[in-house]
């Protein structure tokens, strides 16, 4: 019959295996052209059935099937078959297609979600109808009135790439004839089976059913009495002749349900409509009465975050067909079983509180609910297939399974596949009841457990929450300052303190974080652009004053909220008796105000600067130990100096399918953690040295599963091995920790090893080290746990399973060789790699220091001369960015205890009084300005302990060992020790810091031994106002080394000759083509990309044939030998890309809305590319810096190219080289800043800042539309500048380019004014007495909304005037205006002639369409009809207007820079206005 493919095809398919095999060509660069039919017209019931043989991930959509009318012989096969006319039936996805328009919705199973090995099938029956077959089973009719011939059709379409036909079974005629057998035989009553003497009496209260109908007994009754003989007829296997016969049609939801339930996936799927509104009406039952030891499973899907009470199912003996549905479930009082929470309900009524340790309320989605009536009559529960025991001991053989999807619970999906083996591994930790100890977290607050602080979800517009409810951030910081306005979770308990950290902050706005309390519920508020304007229940911390419902209620109140730095904490707590008290960095402000109801909400205003901030509280920090370990008492292995340094070791870039690598390969996530728990494996980028230990620290757990962390070595290299689902399933050469057994080859060779790692919380550290004699040791948190076996080969790398609760971990600095024999009195300087400092001035020590120090060469060594203490000493300056201050100890005393201390401090020396009692006696007491140090092995800030085991003990140092200490440029401290980093001490490190060394306890004597580095060359440094000051032998001097560098780069720069395959290179390889489709053009550099060097390209040729464009970023490897795919977003090992505006790290999606959409960049736009000394990625777009793209780029990178789309040709620019500073920055005029001009009480120096004159784009759709609609209007070019560049776009597209802010500053004395976004203006022939007189500087910049009709008599008579008829509008100008600027003589206008201008200085007010009524129009271009609107761009004189309340009536902000109290000028005075632009906007 039909079982092979016909030979004609799409173009794009091949046919295998006899014609039974059709595969797509180029899976991976095309997603249709895969039409496959078959060979001849289907007979009836015949079905046409195929198996998926493959799938690729590349594209969205799938197979597609099903039936046409059209002859494959004389067939112009069309791209995809939903492009099939004439007769032709498809399915697509759930949705069935006829002609190619949609004629059902929702049907059958969604074809999109098949997966390799699925069969899939079609079928015309002898009626006409057209039925889809899945997996061999019937989904029901799809379309009916088929004609009778018809040819299968499948479409190779999207991840589909490779089917196979399977068989041409004739359905129909087998059905037919099974249909008539079981008629017989069913009617064929064995005898055996007797009628029952009596009906059933056991339907009292104590089986749970009472009040049954007397219908409902009769057939409960007849169905007990004839079980398993008439009714449950087999439709799959031939009869055995018993009275038990067993049917096999599938448990569904019944078609009635409840009136908010929607039905689909052939009714396996339940969903209720309206969640967020309605919270019940959700009940659904099965299609049929469950049969003995039958389980009935459904699956959680979704679930929302508004109500309280969740999923509830049961049974019920009344038949769905009959039954009056209820809005819950347990509302029915008769024959229903039901389990609600963690009790079980009978007819309504509780019958036992407590059925199991856990609640219905706390699953989550992904979870799985069961329950069973066993062949004895009981009932059973089911949770992620745990048997909960027996919910009642009878139950009436006739009942159906009921789901009630009630308050959260809002979707459910029956579950046919009953997979428990695999559900036990994965849930088992929903019995938290019974592990309490393991990795759950409880207050101590009683025996109940107390609801974590968390963000509650409804945020402010521009706000974000993330990791699990603890961070709040503005994602676009650096583009809005308010709108970040984030609540609390719940209300705060008398006494306890809500506390966050900030996190991030940027340097573009004034103003910074706020937090306070409100009594407004963060579910229903609506929430404000800042929380200042809320005039209700609300008490704020803002600067350093107190604000109460927006009104200010203390002036002067501790510590000023501006002047935060990332790193610093914040807190507010209301007490016991009404007082409300705000914390900084857990330092109690004072009473701040008082009478504060109970049951306030914290809240916190992301505002200006702060940019995110984390939830802290007694879970993040681990509880300190009692005892403090002490340096010279117990060697610790991450105490100790190593004669090799680590810092190498990175997680693999090969790993477990739900493990990511992140943080340069130093952090380990698994995502969906809540969802997946295991198949998170990641190994060790290179294999261990003997005595070398891999240590890592746990970040994140989740309470929701059962297990954690797994650790080992395996001699299997990651590029040899499969990665399984967990580490323990490995047979041969691994070893493990899992909880407390050690495993080999994942058989368990040893129970009750010295540690567990189930037990393990957040912030503990895991170490693991192969000795020189083959012995395996753990170390958890520095401390040996013995060997754990013996004789393991060399060669071994260290291995993780983030399986269960461990979700995150990072590399710790810990990871260090190590060798109990060494000793440091035994070290060398020679042993350890020294740090060289760059070459410049020394360093020297600050006069102010100790009292008992003594200054000798000229600053540059330091001796304490008595006693133990005061032997504080200064860096003599500032340390900049990345600069490493490092002394060499000369001198020691061994009768003294303690050591060297070394960190940073914010104090000035010059500010420490000469006194003696000017600095405190050590370093952990100074505490007058913000420290930071290093005490030992603790980190400490103003004293305060804040980590401990970081790096090497201090405490070891000897004679010849050098310390150092170094800013980072990303606001971190570092501690050298003989030149090796210890890794990250501290974060949030504020800009202008000292240097300062402790010489305290034994050490008495430290030289100098670096050196500052020299002055930033001018090319290095941000843009400065002041710049020009030096001479120009000055510059010329300082620029030559980095023009230099820079030179020798551009001037070798050029493209690799391994590219894509349409690529052709020219011009000595700095210009790439793409000579042929629309992909296979990717590109990269020859040479890998400096720091802190900026390499670009210039856009030679686009094709607008083709849609989409260039893409360019970065990869980590060499492309010499790379086989380069279709597209770079395909390139998915070390690769950062911008694509469009979003940013793609291994082909996922990192940053959206980053930089203008480079899509729309024309011919001539300038990209480059940029990694600063941070290892940041920058993206400039005609010299402007988008910000940074991406963190953690690798050293070295390659510039890498995607010539797509409409994108032809690009060129290497080596002219103009730029190099940008290592501390980066743009020049930002003072008057720019946001929200308040006045800073910490100060005004600032406002200067006049344009608009950027320039006009990147040669060709933008907008602005020539906007053109052709102006050669439309009948004004005289005479009118406008000739110059086209004066003509601005304001497009999304266009200001972005040209890195344009939203507001400006012009006029004497400055005034703000938005730039007209979303408007294009021409501009107007400047007057020549204007220009002599500055008007276009010194007067203000506002809008004025007009007619078309009124454009040429304001544009003939010089001045604004009230608009009249127009050929393209029939409408008057609603408000009349009048004024210019040409100069009337005195008193030549009658008070009767003098008409009020309206101005704004934002078009969002002007431009409403009271102001700028619309037109339309027929663009002659496109044939298509447009809505028109026109303005002015005006300059008004100062002091010539008054500044008013919008008149339009609107009820909310039209411009959040300017108030509606004051968005509207208006002026009476002639010559007080002058014309600058025409507007217009284009719909």
């Known amino acids: 019959m039909a079982a092979e493919f016909h030979q004609r095809t799409g173009k794009l398919v091949v046919l295998l295996n006899g014609n039974r095999t059709a595969k797509r060509n180029k899976p991976t660069e095309e997603f249709n052209h895969g039409l496959a039919m078959s060979q001849e017209a289907l007979g009836d019931g015949q079905v046409f059935q195929v198996r998926i043989d493959r799938k690729v991930n590349s594209w969205s959509g799938s197979i597609e099937i099903g039936v046409t009318a059209l002859d494959p012989n004389t067939l112009d096969f069309p791209s995809s078959a939903t492009g099939l006319k004439g007769g032709s039936w498809i399915i697509s996805g759930c949705s069935v297609l006829r002609d190619g328009r949609s004629v059902l919705e929702e049907y059958g199973q969604d074809l999109d979600q098949l997966s390799e090995g699925d069969k899939v099938g079609i079928q015309r029956t002898a009626g006409g109808e057209l039925h889809l077959w899945v997996n061999g089973?019937?989904?029901?009719?799809?379309?009916?009135?088929?004609?009778?011939?018809?040819?299968?059709?499948?479409?190779?379409?999207?991840?589909?790439?490779?089917?196979?036909?399977?068989?041409?079974?004739n359905v129909f005629r087998r059905e037919e004839t099974r249909r008539a057998a079981t008629t017989e035989e069913a009617l064929n009553i064995p005898r055996s089976c007797s009628r029952p003497d009596k009906f059933p009496n056991g339907l009292e209260s104590e089986n749970g059913f009472v009040g049954m109908e007397l219908s409902d007994v009769v057939n409960n009754a007849?169905?007990?009495?004839?079980?398993?003989?008439?009714?449950?007829?087999?439709?799959?296997?031939?009869?055995?002749?018993?009275?038990?016969?067993?049917?096999?049609?599938?448990?569904?939801?019944?078609?009635?349900?409840?009136?908010?339930?929607?039905?689909?996936?052939?009714?396996?799927?339940?969903?209720?409509?309206?969640?967020?509104?309605?919270?019940?009406?959700?009940?659904?039952?099965?299609?049929?009465?469950?049969?003995?030891?039958?389980?009935?499973?459904?699956?959680?899907?979704?679930?929302?975050?508004?109500?309280?009470?969740?999923?509830?199912?049961?049974?019920?003996?009344?038949?769905?067909?009959?039954?009056?549905?209820?809005?819950?479930?347990?509302?029915?009082?008769?024959?229903?079983?039901?389990?609600?929470?963690?009790?079980?309900?009978?007819?309504?009524?509780?019958?036992?509180?407590?059925?199991?340790?856990?609640?219905?309320?706390?699953?989550?989605?992904?979870?799985?609910?069961?329950?069973?009536?066993?062949?004895?009559?009981?009932?059973?529960?089911?949770?992620?297939?745990?048997?909960?025991?027996?919910?009642?001991?009878?139950?009436?053989?006739?009942?159906?399974?009921?789901?009630?999807?009630?308050?959260?619970?809002?979707?459910?999906?029956?579950?046919?596949?009953?997979?428990?083996?695999?559900?036990?591994?994965?849930?088992?930790?929903?019995?938290?009841?019974?592990?309490?100890?393991?990795?759950?977290?409880?207050?101590?607050?009683?025996?109940?457990?107390?609801?974590?602080?968390?963000?509650?979800?409804?945020?402010?517009?521009?706000?974000?929450?993330?990791?699990?409810?603890?961070?709040?951030?503005?994602?676009?910081?650096?583009?809005?300052?308010?709108?970040?306005?984030?609540?609390?979770?719940?209300?705060?308990?008398?006494?306890?303190?809500?506390?966050?950290?900030?996190?991030?902050?940027?340097?573009?706005?004034?103003?910074?974080?706020?937090?306070?309390?409100?009594?407004?519920?963060?579910?229903?508020?609506?929430?404000?652009?800042?929380?200042?304007?809320?005039?209700?229940?609300?008490?704020?911390?803002?600067?350093?004053?107190?604000?109460?419902?927006?009104?200010?209620?203390?002036?002067?109140?501790g510590h000023n909220l501006d002047r935060l730095k990332a790193g610093d904490t914040v807190g507010v707590m209301r007490k016991e008796d009404g007082s409300l008290h705000f914390f900084v960095n857990n330092v109690d402000q004072g009473l701040a105000a008082s009478n504060v109801p109970s049951n306030v909400y914290a809240v916190v205003d992301l505002y200006g600067q702060a940019a995110q901030a984390t939830i802290i509280d007694d879970i993040d920090l681990p509880p300190?130990?009692?005892?403090?370990?002490?340096?010279?008492?117990?060697?610790?292995?991450?105490?100790?100096?190593?004669?090799?340094?680590?810092?190498?070791?990175?997680?693999?870039?090969?790993?477990?399918?739900?493990?990511?690598?992140?943080?340069?390969?130093?952090?380990?996530?698994?995502?969906?953690?809540?969802?997946?728990?295991?198949?998170?494996?990641?190994?060790?980028?290179?294999?261990?040295?003997?005595?070398?230990?891999?240590?890592?620290?746990?970040?994140?757990?989740?309470?929701?599963?059962?297990?954690?962390?797994?650790?080992?070595?395996?001699?299997?290299?990651?590029?040899?091995?499969?990665?399984?689902?967990?580490?323990?399933?490995?047979?041969?050469?691994?070893?493990?920790?899992?909880?407390?057994?050690?495993?080999?080859?994942?058989n368990t060779m040893r129970n009750n090893y010295g540690c567990d790692l189930d037990s393990l919380t957040t912030g503990s550290r895991i170490g693991m080290m192969r000795s020189l004699n083959g012995d395996l040791h753990y170390y958890i948190n520095g401390v040996d746990q013995g060997v754990a076996c013996s004789g393991l080969p060399p060669e071994l790398y260290a291995v993780v399973d983030l399986y269960g609760q461990c979700v995150q971990v990072s590399i710790t600095s810990g990871s260090l060789p190590v060798d109990n024999s060494l000793s440091l009195s035994n070290v060398t300087e020679k042993s350890f790699p020294a740090h060289s400092p760059a070459p410049g001035i020394a360093h020297r020590f600050h006069a102010n220091c100790g009292k008992n120090v003594a200054l000798q060469s000229d600053g540059c060594r330091a001796v304490r001369v008595h006693g133990f203490s005061h032997g504080i000493v200064f860096s003599i300056k500032e340390l900049r960015s990345?600069?490493?201050?490092?002394?060499?100890?000369?001198?020691?005393?061994?009768?003294?205890?303690?050591?060297?201390?070394?960190?940073?401090?914010?104090?000035?020396?010059?500010?420490v009084p000469c006194t003696s009692s000017g600095l405190p006696p050590?370093?952990?007491?100074?505490?007058?300005?913000?420290?930071?140090?290093?005490?030992?092995?603790?980190?400490?800030?103003?004293?305060?302990?804040?980590?401990?085991?970081?790096?090497?003990?201090?405490?070891?140092?000897?004679?010849?060992?050098?310390?150092?200490?170094?800013?980072?440029?990303?606001?971190?401290?570092?501690?050298?020790?003989?030149?090796?980093?210890?890794?990250?001490?501290?974060?949030?490190?504020?800009?202008n810091v000292f240097a300062v060394v402790d010489l305290y306890g034994k050490v008495v004597s430290v030289s100098i031994v670096s050196s500052s580095a020299l002055e930033e060359t001018e090319s290095m440094k941000p843009p400065s106002m002041s710049s020009d000051s030096c001479s120009e032998e000055e510059e010329e001097e300082e620029l030559a080394p980095c023009e230099n560098e820079a030179s020798v780069f551009m001037a070798t720069i050029e493209f690799m000759e391994n590219h894509g395959r349409n690529i052709l290179l020219s011009n000595e390889g700095h210009t790439a083509t793409r000579v042929a489709s629309y992909n296979q053009g990717v590109v990269a550099s020859a040479q890998p990309l400096p720091r802190q060097l900026l390499f670009k390209i210039q856009i030679d040729r686009l094709n607008s044939q083709w849609t989409s464009s260039l893409s360019l970023g970065v990869i980590g490897n060499c492309p010499e030998r790379f086989n380069f795919p279709g597209t770079a977003s395909s390139i998915k090992r070390s690769a950062w890309l911008i694509q469009r505006d979003s940013v793609f790290h291994n082909s996922l999606k990192i940053c959206d809305n980053y930089g203008p959409n480079l899509d729309t960049c024309p011919e001539g736009t300038v990209l480059g590319l940029l990694?600063?000394?941070?290892?940041?990625?920058?993206?400039?777009?005609?010299?402007?810096?988008?910000?940074?793209?991406?963190?953690?780029?690798?050293?070295?990178?390659?510039?890498?190219?995607?010539?797509?789309?409409?994108?032809?040709?690009?060129?290497?620019?080596?002219?103009?080289?730029?190099?940008?500073?290592?501390?980066?920055?743009?020049?930002?005029?003072?008057?720019?800043?946001?929200?308040?001009?006045?800073?910490?009480?100060?005004?600032?120096?406002?200067?006049?800042?344009?608009?950027?004159?320039?006009?990147?784009?040669?060709?933008?759709?907008?602005?020539?539309?906007?053109?052709?609609?102006?050669?439309?209007?009948?004004?005289?070019?005479?009118?406008?500048?000739?110059?086209?560049?004066?003509?601005?776009?304001?497009?999304?597209?266009?200001?972005?380019?040209?890195?344009?802010?939203?507001?400006?500053?012009?006029?004497?004395?400055?005034?703000?004014?938005?730039?007209?976004?979303?408007?294009?203006?021409?501009?107007?022939?400047?007057?020549?007495?204007?220009?002599?007189?500055?008007?276009?500087?010194?007067?203000?910049?506002?809008?004025?909304?007009?007619?078309?009709?009124?454009?040429?008599r304001a544009l003939d008579h010089g001045e604004l005037v009230s608009g009249g008829a127009s050929i393209f509008c029939s409408k008057q100008a609603k408000v009349e205006l009048q004024n210019g600027y040409n100069e009337p003589e005195e008193n030549s206008v009658q008070e009767k002639d003098i008409v009020k201008v309206n101005l704004s200085p934002t078009m969002r007010y002007v431009g409403l369409d009271r102001f700028c009524p619309k037109i339309q129009f027929k663009d002659l271009k496109s044939q298509r009809h447009h809505q028109a609107q026109v303005a002015f761009q005006v300059c008004v004189r100062p002091g010539s207007y008054k500044v008013g309340p919008q008149s339009v009536g609107a009820s909310e902000s039209i411009d959040p820079r300017f108030s509606n109290n004051e968005i509207e000028w208006v002026t009476k005075e002639r010559a007080s206005t002058v014309l600058y632009g025409l507007l217009i906007r284009v719909e």
């Not at 609540?487 to 308990?493: A, D, E, G, I, M």
């Open 922 to 991: 050590s370093l952990l007491e100074l505490r007058s300005k913000v420290s930071w140090l290093v005490s030992g092995s603790e980190i400490r800030r103003n004293g305060t302990l804040q980590k401990q085991n970081y790096g090497c003990s201090l405490e070891r140092l000897t004679v010849g060992n050098r310390v150092g200490v170094k800013r980072g440029g990303d606001d971190t401290m570092h501690v050298f020790v003989d030149g090796v980093d210890m890794g990250v001490a501290a974060a949030g490190i504020a800009k």
């Open 222 to 557: 007849i169905l007990t009495a004839y079980s398993g003989s008439l009714l449950n007829v087999s439709l799959g296997s031939p009869l055995d002749g018993g009275c038990s016969v067993t049917s096999n049609d599938a448990l569904l939801f019944h078609e009635k349900c409840g009136t908010l339930i929607k039905l689909s996936n052939s009714n396996k799927t339940a969903e209720r409509r309206r969640p967020l509104d309605e919270f019940n009406n959700g009940v659904v039952m099965t299609n049929r009465p469950l049969r003995d030891n039958e389980m009935f499973e459904i699956r959680i899907d979704k679930l929302v975050d508004k109500w309280s009470g969740s999923i509830e199912i049961g049974i019920t003996m009344h038949n769905p067909n009959n039954l009056d549905y209820p809005a819950t479930m347990t509302n029915l009082r008769s024959g229903t079983i039901m389990m609600s929470g963690c009790g079980i309900l009978t007819n309504g009524k509780g019958t036992r509180r407590e059925y199991c340790e856990f609640s219905l309320d706390e699953l989550q989605e992904g979870d799985h609910i069961g329950l069973m009536r066993k062949s004895s009559g009981a009932l059973h529960f089911y949770i992620n297939g745990i048997d909960q025991g027996v919910a009642a001991t009878q139950t009436l053989p006739t009942v159906y399974g009921v789901v009630d999807l009630y308050g959260m619970a809002v979707k459910v999906t029956i579950v046919h596949n009953h997979n428990h083996s695999d559900r036990l591994r994965r849930n088992n930790a929903i019995m938290r009841a019974l592990s309490p100890d393991v990795g759950r977290r409880v207050f101590d607050s009683g025996d109940a457990e107390v609801e974590r602080l968390l963000f509650h979800p409804n945020c402010g517009q521009k706000a974000a929450i993330v990791c699990d409810g603890r961070t709040a951030l503005r994602p676009h910081a650096t583009d809005d300052f308010n709108h970040g306005v984030v609540l609390s979770n719940r209300s705060l308990r008398s006494n306890e303190i809500f506390q966050v950290r900030i996190d991030k902050m940027v340097d573009k706005w004034a103003g910074s974080i706020e937090i306070g309390v409100t009594t407004h519920n963060p579910a229903y508020l609506q929430l404000p652009s800042t929380m200042t304007n809320l005039r209700s229940g609300t008490w704020m911390m803002t600067g350093n004053g107190v604000m109460h419902n927006g009104t200010t209620i203390l002036d002067e109140y």
């Open 624 to 746: 300190l130990p009692d005892d403090s370990l002490d340096g010279n008492n117990q060697i610790s292995p991450c105490s100790l100096f190593s004669l090799t340094p680590s810092n190498d070791l990175r997680f693999h870039h090969l790993h477990g399918n739900n493990a990511v690598i992140s943080n340069g390969g130093r952090t380990a996530f698994r995502q969906n953690c809540r969802s997946e728990f295991n198949d998170a494996i990641v190994m060790s980028s290179r294999a261990l040295r003997e005595g070398e230990m891999f240590e890592i620290l746990i970040q994140k757990m989740v309470d929701r599963w059962s297990g954690s962390i797994e650790a080992g070595v395996t001699a299997i290299r990651p590029e040899d091995l499969e990665f399984p689902s967990t580490m323990t399933d490995i047979d041969y050469d691994t070893w493990m920790l899992s909880g407390t057994a050690i495993m080999q080859d994942g």
């Open 137 to 169: 089973r019937d989904c029901g009719v799809a379309a009916s009135g088929l004609p009778p011939q018809v040819w299968g059709v499948v479409d190779l379409y999207g991840k589909c790439t490779q089917v196979t036909v399977v068989g041409c079974d």
């Open 882 to 911: 990345d600069e490493v201050f490092e002394v060499k100890v000369d001198e020691i005393d061994e009768q003294w205890s303690g050591s060297l201390h070394i960190g940073l401090t914010t104090l000035q020396p010059s500010d």
């Open 1171 to 1352: 990694v600063d000394n941070a290892h940041a990625l920058h993206l400039f777009v005609n010299g402007m810096d988008q910000g940074v793209a991406a963190q953690d780029i690798p050293n070295p990178c390659f510039v890498v190219i995607d010539l797509y789309g409409q994108c032809e040709q690009v060129t290497i620019v080596t002219n103009d080289v730029m190099a940008i500073g290592g501390d980066g920055g743009h020049l930002r005029c003072q008057g720019d800043l946001e929200k308040a001009d006045v800073v910490d009480g100060i005004k600032e120096n406002l200067c006049w800042t344009p608009p950027p004159e320039v006009n990147p784009m040669k060709t933008c759709e907008y602005q020539a539309l906007c053109a052709r609609f102006k050669e439309l209007l009948p004004l005289p070019d005479g009118y406008f500048n000739e110059e086209l560049k004066c003509n601005l776009c304001y497009c999304e597209s266009c200001h972005k380019l040209r890195g344009d802010e939203a507001y400006y500053k012009r006029g004497d004395p400055p005034k703000d004014y938005a730039l007209p976004f979303g408007w294009c203006r021409f501009a107007l022939r400047l007057n020549p007495r204007c220009e002599v007189a500055n008007v276009y500087k010194k007067w203000h910049t506002a809008y004025h909304g007009t007619s078309v009709g009124a454009l040429r």
